[in-house]
């Protein structure tokens, strides 16, 4: 097996006028979990359904687990698990039968499917649930049901797009944990997000991308130094501009976001004094995150 | 480009089966009310028509009206149970369930899937056209011995059918197109290609139409047999079919294609 699960190399597609990818490289290693960071409509969902071979790039080269991408997707796809953003569950067919109805799509018998079957039940924590319609779950057990079904042919990378999408904290909270599971079994995982604490959780490193473009790769934690690097101090209501004025010379610099003000600050201690006796405000003092990242990197209403 | 194409086709002569055998269990699952609902309709035709009219029109082409009927109904049986199964239920699997979006992100190609599809509806259009050609021999209408000689040809008649629906669907934006393909094709080939009525009682330029139409071809595969009587041309019906199954089954590919992998 190959050190290198995928790599892009100048990946570029437009969809008519409207350039979805744009020149795009990255690499990611055996056994690393990669995250794919935006917003909606940066490109993220392409690039996995690329990954598979289901959308061929304009230009650019791209190979999977050793494989050219797209003519020889389908060989790489045997090696693959995909937990899609919409759940494509057999509704009508029990939990049981989607994996068995599966795991025909990869030549496996009835022996093989029922071989594994109990421990992709176990790890999906659908034990006692193998015989109900899929119809009768919820929507995190539909989810953890999609993350079995992905490894029924045991992959060596996994592809999810938005995986906890739609789930309620708990939900989120326990895919997380199956995820980190996979990794220390050895797997590969290409996730794309749009929540920065799941790319920060999970994510060895990530690739933030805006518009179809890479704007920064890294590890998570050395992003955040790099682009942050000290507290920030988040703060609601009052007129964004006079306080910006007033805390300037105590921070790195200032973004506003909606009604939120973002002091970066060099000197948390000074600016919220300066802060403190002004009524209406509240103040929250945290470490930086890539949520800080993101806004910092795609500089929305910058403000000096 | 033509890499990517040749990427879609089927990747092997096997892979169709696990997409047929998915069909398979979920029909089993409703299989009465599926059966039940798919003879109703010819049971009808050719009761009604067959007895109704009958009284009317007398023998035709020496022999009686329900008789003649008969082939007519088991081939435009095959037909609809083919073009609904397809029409309907594969888009469905196709758009809203997000059946195929599923088994795309297995080793299957759209090949696999298209094949596997039409397979399934050609199994429903021998079910639904064996069954009533059962009830004719039954009746009397029809030789026993014929049945097995129709199950291949009810067969290839299910697979025509499921592969011009499948061009359908892979050009329809939603249900409401499929109307057209219904009233302008489905409907019209009915009465064109002499399931009710034989061609020669058309005008002579509605013949030449007939005699290009798939339907047709059926007919007069079917209808001889089912009567007795020696079959004309079997060569040249079996290989229209052909064409009328592998072309189709081709281009839809290519269109699912444009329409999927985007």
């Known amino acids: ?304 | 480009m033509r890499e990517g194409y040749a990427a879609a086709m089927p990747a092997n002569a096997y892979n169709w089966v696990a997409v047929w055998r998915r069909n398979f269990l979920a029909w089993r699952k409703v299989a009465l009310a599926s059966v039940l609902g798919n003879l109703a309709d010819p049971m009808t035709n050719l009761f009604g028509l067959g007895l109704g009219l009958g009284i009317i029109v007398g023998r035709v082409d020496g022999t009686s009206y329900i008789a003649f009927l008969a082939g007519g109904v088991v081939a435009t049986s095959a037909m609809t149970s083919a073009t609904f199964e397809t029409m309907y239920a594969a888009f469905a699997r196709m758009h809203a369930q997000r059946t195929w979006e599923a088994i795309l992100c297995t080793q299957l190609t759209l090949g696999d899937i298209v094949l596997g599809e039409l397979a399934w509806a050609a199994t429903k259009a021998v079910l639904a056209g064996t069954a009533i050609a059962i009830v004719a021999a039954t009746l009397g209408y029809a030789a026993w011995a014929s049945i097995l000689y129709l199950i291949p040809v009810i067969a290839i008649t299910g697979f025509v059918f499921a592969s011009l629906a499948m061009v359908v669907i892979a050009l329809a934006p939603s249900y409401d197109y499929f109307v057209f393909y219904q009233t302008l094709v489905i409907t019209p080939m009915v009465f064109l290609c002499g399931a009710v009525f034989p061609v020669n009682q058309l005008p002579s330029a509605f013949q030449h139409v007939a005699g290009l139409l798939p339907l047709a071809h059926s007919v007069d595969l079917i209808r001889p047999a089912m009567l007795g009587l020696p079959t004309g041309g079997i060569g040249l019906h079996i290989g229209a079919l052909c064409m009328y199954a592998v072309l189709p089954f081709f281009l839809s590919i290519a269109l699912f294609r444009r329409r999927l992998m985007r």
């Open chain 1, 1 to 304: 097996m190959s050190t290198v699960a995928i790599d892009l190399t100048g990946v570029r597609k437009s969809f008519g006028d409207k350039i979805v990818v744009d020149g795009l490289s990255f690499s990611v290693a055996s056994g690393e979990c990669f995250g794919l960071l935006g917003p909606n409509g940066a490109g993220k969902s392409t690039i996995a359904r690329m990954v598979l071979g289901m959308v061929a790039p304009d230009s650019g080269k791209m190979t999977v687990l050793g494989e050219t991408v797209p003519a020889r997707a389908r060989l790489a796809r045997m090696r693959i698990g995909v937990v899609p953003q919409f759940d494509n569950l057999e509704l009508e067919f029990t939990v049981r039968e989607n994996l068995l109805v599966f795991g025909r799509y990869f030549n496996m018998s009835a022996r093989e499917v029922q071989a594994v079957v109990p421990a992709l039940l176990e790890f999906a924590r659908l034990e006692s649930k193998a015989d109900a319609r899929v119809a009768e779950l919820s929507g995190g057990m539909k989810r953890r049901l999609t993350l079995a079904r992905a490894l029924i042919n045991d992959p060596h990378l996994l592809v999810m797009d938005e995986p906890t999408t739609g789930l309620d904290p708990h939900g989120r909270h326990l895919i997380w944990e199956r995820l980190r599971l996979l990794l220390a079994r050895g797997k590969t995982i290409l996730l794309t997000t749009h929540f920065m604490e799941e790319a920060e959780r999970l994510c060895d490193r990530l690739c933030v991308l805006e518009a179809g473009r890479k704007i920064a790769e890294g590890k998570p934690r050395e992003l955040i130094d790099e682009q942050i690097g000290c507290q920030v101090i988040e703060i609601y209501g009052g007129d964004p501009h006079e306080l910006s004025a007033l805390i300037r010379p105590y921070a790195r610099h200032i973004e506003v976001s909606g009604e939120t003000l973002f002091c970066y600050a060099t000197d948390p201690e000074q600016a919220l004094v300066q802060l403190r006796g002004r009524a209406g405000l509240r103040l929250l003092q945290r470490p930086p995150n890539l949520e800080d990242v993101f806004l910092r990197l795609t500089g929305r209403e910058m403000e000096r």
